[in-house]
């Protein structure tokens, strides 16, 4: 089987990067199209502004629907083309980065990716998540690339909600034990092959950085002021993680969210929130050890990551609802299907019971 690797062209991180945006995108073209929201416009408006001063580029801001569907990027192909841009930019979370993704692959365009919170790990991967217009998951996409370059200014994320950083360590956090799943099991990458070596030590990085740094972390973010823990914080959740997933895999954390926004309407829980409670899942379905599980479910509640279906908004799920989540957990996407053992409705439902059991109180 062939070992496979990839990640963004070029990565930069740092505090008031957003001030110098055009000399880190400079080789792409002299005009561009900015895909974001009014908030974020709102935010990033004067640094934007400031690092296109007294040259000539400029770009044209295409405010997005809210939502990553296919519609809503043949939309912005559609202005993109009539511009003429050079390049897209996606300025915002995930789902603006998810579909900036999307129409850079179909127009053949570079694409530049600048996150404004730490809520994902999809900055840097060659994915896009299309989802239709409620919301529900349909397909994550290959793109044809990884991003040109990823701008992470971190003095921007560090004033985005607690929230967001949270959910985002929720996301990172996964990381390593699906990579560890995936491994044992020999299951394929997002990038054609099986994680090498150095996508694994990836992952490993990403767990051991988010454990050492992250209590912290939150307290900078709390405090609304960067801080070294934070800015280790910050790669681990948009980079490591990001390069980690797409090279060694996903499996049934993932999976499980797949399945809980296609069974629970509305779905108002962050990606990161659920992958986190879907992580419990999966190792409830490994049977860890209840020392490994305890250590987990420790640094859960010291970081604030929920740890049941009552944490992520669903009140008193009854039985009915969770296997209706394990069913299509094992059905909407094949993420579950990567672990090192057979699984079926019937074990996804036992393990959500298991953790549902464990933090709730029953």
């Not at 009539?82 to 390049?87: R, S």
């Not at 929130?273 to 479910?297: R, Y």
């Given at each position: ?45 004067d640094n934007l502004e400031q690092s296109f001063k007294g040259i ?46 999307l129409v850079a692959d179909i127009s053949g365009l570079p694409v ?251």
């Open positions: 089987m062939v070992k496979t690797l990839a990640a963004p062209a070029k990565y930069y991180q740092g505090p008031d990067i957003l001030k110098d945006l055009y000399t880190y995108i400079n080789h792409l073209g002299k005009n561009f199209a900015v895909l974001t929201d009014e908030i974020v416009l709102g935010i990033t408006k000539e580029a400029g770009y044209d801001v295409i405010i997005f629907g809210g939502e990553s569907t296919q519609a809503e990027a043949d939309r912005i192909i559609d202005e993109v083309t009539k511009a003429g841009c050079d390049a897209i930019i996606g300025l915002g979370g995930g789902k603006v980065t998810d579909t900036a993704k530049v990716i600048i996150p404004t919170a730490a809520a994902t790990d999809a900055a840097c991967s060659a994915m896009s998540v299309i989802y239709d217009e409620n919301g529900t998951f349909v397909v994550s996409k290959r793109t044809k690339k990884n991003p040109d370059v990823v701008v992470v200014d971190t003095a921007v994320i560090a004033k985005a909600p607690v929230r967001t950083f949270v959910a985002g360590v929720g996301d990172a956090f996964a990381c390593y034990y699906e990579a560890r799943a995936c491994r044992e099991s020999g299951a394929m990458n997002y990038t054609g092959g099986v994680g090498s070596q150095a996508a694994f030590a990836i992952a490993e990085l990403c767990n051991k950085v988010l454990r050492e740094n992250a209590v912290e972390a939150k307290k900078a973010v709390e405090r609304k002021e960067w801080s070294e823990t934070l800015d280790r914080c910050i790669e681990a959740n948009i980079y490591l993680g990001g390069v980690g997933f797409e090279n060694n895999g996903c499996a049934i954390a993932h999976g499980v969210y797949n399945g809980m926004t296609a069974v629970i309407k509305p779905f108002d829980a962050m990606h990161g929130e659920a992958v986190a409670v879907g992580t419990l899942i999966q190792l409830a379905a490994e049977k860890i050890s209840i020392e490994e599980w305890n250590d987990i479910v420790a640094f859960y509640k010291e970081v604030g990551l929920p740890c049941c279906f009552k944490d992520l908004g669903v009140e008193d799920p009854d039985d009915e609802l969770l296997m209706k989540v394990a069913e299509a957990g094992c059905t909407v996407s094949p993420n579950a299907h990567k672990m090192p053992f057979k699984v079926t409705p019937e074990l996804m439902f036992k393990a959500i019971k298991t953790v549902e059991e464990r933090n709730s109180g029953k």
